[in-house]
């Protein structure tokens, strides 16, 4: 078949978190109508995406040494490719983007892509003026918050994303962590209408989903207009989300201890669909610390939360994020975080050293930690919460559990699932399983995923 003159190769490149993924699969699906079609690599395409992550040391290090790379790909076509750089380090860095790299095309910040199409409108009649140009020029950039809302102005269908889907319902952040950028990469708290919310879920499932993710800042901060006007919070989206017909799974990330209510908690005891896995960072087992992070919690308020979780929900699986290293901290906050560890006993967790994010209170903040003390206190930790991870992998082992096959497995024969804890499940099976959730029994615990027998296929059709 002769492709059509107007279709465009678009090659996008994520880094960074879940929400990044979602955002990256909605800038495709803006720019379809342009006649951009997926390209599985940078080399020869007409446009390239990178979306970019802002949490991690040397960020904005890691995007400058992407784009060198991109650059000879870009002027191996004449220039004719368009080059943006998009997410949280186009939005904190943007000034520095066209210092440094006035090669790229495009710098737009994760509440604008909706204003793609008119970008690249933009960047392609400049790009025409400069053809064989060694230096672009001319670049577009969108990195203000605009006024209006940009999930109004998506299309109101979204690409296929497989038997497992991401939805985005909330964005920013008000809690201005001392760590933590997002509050000025990603703006103020906001979350999308519960009817908007529904109408993309039901057309993930039409398209094969049958395991959702809600995403957010602070996802369980949502709190959206309903259908009748009134307002709902995550919990009763929840409730509605299970009614969708061939939804069977449900899940949401990323959460904050302040905004556990009492009706999300409740959820996890009433809604079978809410998957008994929950991502609850906490950050620090130190009261001191957790002040000087401005987490607006202590490691008692943690505990009190994670105890009523598990009381709705006895096989409630928790994970975490820590920081290790923040200023301030000492020997004793360090073993405090420890206790929590221990107490608490996470079935996966995220470990980090504290890294300066520019223009947070934490960096400037006297009492930095030694880098070699940082480490230390690191290794210390990952090793317990990796036994703690070991053991409950291993506590699955001899257990049939419901597993939601996603994908073929590496190896011939083999397929591939989700258990409800969120661990990969492989086994011998047919492709045809793939989509739907069958019971299988845990024979083997390896370190990143488990491996099983199918005891009973197809309890969803």
Known sequence: MTPSPDRKRLHVITWGCQMNVYDSGRMADVLAPLG??????????????????????????????????????????????????????????????????????????????????????????????????????????????????KFDHLPDSARPQGVTAFLTIQEGCDKFCSFCVVPYTRGAEQSRPAAAILREARHLVAQGAREITLLGQNVNAWHGEAPDGSSWGLGRLLRELADIPDLPRLRYATSHPRDMDDDLIAAHRDVPALMPFLHLPVQSGSDRILEAMNRKHSAADYRRIVDRLRDARPDLALSSDFIVGHPGETEA???????????????????????????????????????ADKDRRLQALQALLREQQARFAQACVGLTLPVLFTGPGRHSGQIVGRSPFLHPVHLSGHADLIGNESMVRIVTAHPNSLAGTLVQERLIA
Not at 45 to 63: F, G, P, Q, S
Not at 69 to 83: D, P, Q, V
Not at 107 to 125: C, D, I, K, N, W
Not at 339 to 352: E, G
């Open 36 to 149: 951009y079609a997926p390209a599985e690599t940078a080399d020869g395409a007409d446009m390239v995406i990178l979306n970019t992550c802002h949490i991690r040391d040397k960020a904005a290090e890691k995007v400058f040494s992407e784009l060198g790379r991109l650059r000879r790909l870009k002027e191996a076509t004449g220039n004719r490719m368009i080059l943006a750089v998009a997410g949280c380090v186009a939005q904190a860095e943007g000034a520095e983007i066209l210092a440094r790299a006035p090669y790229v095309d495009i710098v737009l910040g994760p509440q604008t892509y909706h204003r793609l199409p008119e970008m690249v409108a933009r960047a392609s009649r400049a790009g025409a003026s400069r053809a064989g140009a060694s230096r672009a020029g001319g670049v577009v950039i969108e990195t203000d918050f605009p006024v209006e809302d």
């Open 333 to 371: 906050d360090f073993e405090a975080t420890m206790t929590l560890v221990r107490q608490v006993d996470f079935a996966l967790a995220y470990s980090f050293k504290y890294s300066p994010r520019p223009g947070t209170p934490a960096a400037g903040a006297p009492l930095q930690v030694r880098e």
